[in-house]
């Protein structure tokens, strides 16, 4: 990511604690700051790693407390994969493609299609205006589905 991308996005954050009246600790920085060097996909236990191979102890409840603040400004995305799986995702990133989630397994693909995203970037809606837009696709991963040809279901 480029440093004004960086920059621009730490202060959305700080604004958008201001607005709140939330503090502005280390912490929500730091972990910020970590999330912005994951290239897609991660989930808390990835982030809490991350943050501990650098070095930098934070509790999981100030971790989820941050991911929600994150959610709230709209700097992240929260992927809610399926029961068991949540992924994030910076909402920069998640705006340029669609996911495939397998039913089965969990396993998440992202797709590019431009001809999708300009569609729906044109879609004209009465009385809404639309920020971001997340698009999920259900179905077999081709892992899944060779293993249900192969038991004969
Ligand atoms: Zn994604
Ligand atoms: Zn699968």
Same mark, same amino acid.
């Given at each position: 990511?480029?440093?004004?991308?960086?920059?621009?996005?730490?202060?959305?954050?700080?604004?958008?604690?201001?607005?709140?009246?939330?503090?502005?600790?280390?912490?929500?920085?730091?972990?910020?700051?970590?999330?912005?060097?994951?290239?897609?996909?991660?989930?808390?236990?990835?982030?809490?790693?991350?943050?501990? @191979? +650098?070095?930098?102890?934070?509790?999981?409840?100030?971790? %989820?407390?941050? *991911?929600? &603040?994150?959610?709230?400004?709209?700097?992240?995305?929260?992927?809610?994969?399926?029961?068991?799986?949540?992924?994030?995702?910076?909402?920069?990133?998640?705006?340029?493609?669609?996911?495939?989630?397998?039913?089965?397994?969990?396993?998440?693909?992202?797709?590019?299609?431009?001809?999708?995203?300009?569609?729906? @970037? +044109?879609?004209?809606?009465?009385?809404?205006?639309?920020? %971001?837009?997340? *698009?999920? &696709?259900?179905?077999?991963?081709?892992?899944?589905?060779?293993?249900?040809?192969?038991?004969?279901?």
């Amino acid at each position: 990511m480029e440093a004004k991308e960086y920059t621009e996005m730490r202060n959305l954050l700080t604004g958008y604690l201001a607005e709140k009246k939330l503090r502005r600790t280390e912490e929500r920085y730091m972990i910020f700051q970590n999330i912005c060097s994951f290239p897609g996909h991660f989930d808390v236990c990835m982030l809490h790693q991350q943050l501990e @191979d +650098n070095n930098y102890h934070v509790s999981k409840a100030t971790l %989820y407390n941050t *991911l929600e &603040i994150l959610v709230d400004a709209g700097l992240i995305v929260r992927h809610q994969i399926n029961t068991k799986i949540v992924q994030y995702e910076l909402r920069k990133l998640a705006d340029t493609h669609l996911h495939l989630i397998c039913t089965k397994c969990g396993a998440v693909r992202e797709l590019r299609d431009s001809t999708l995203k300009t569609d729906v @970037d +044109n879609l004209k809606i009465a009385r809404f205006t639309p920020e %971001y837009c997340s *698009l999920y &696709i259900y179905g077999l991963c081709s892992k899944c589905k060779y293993r249900m040809q192969r038991s004969g279901r």
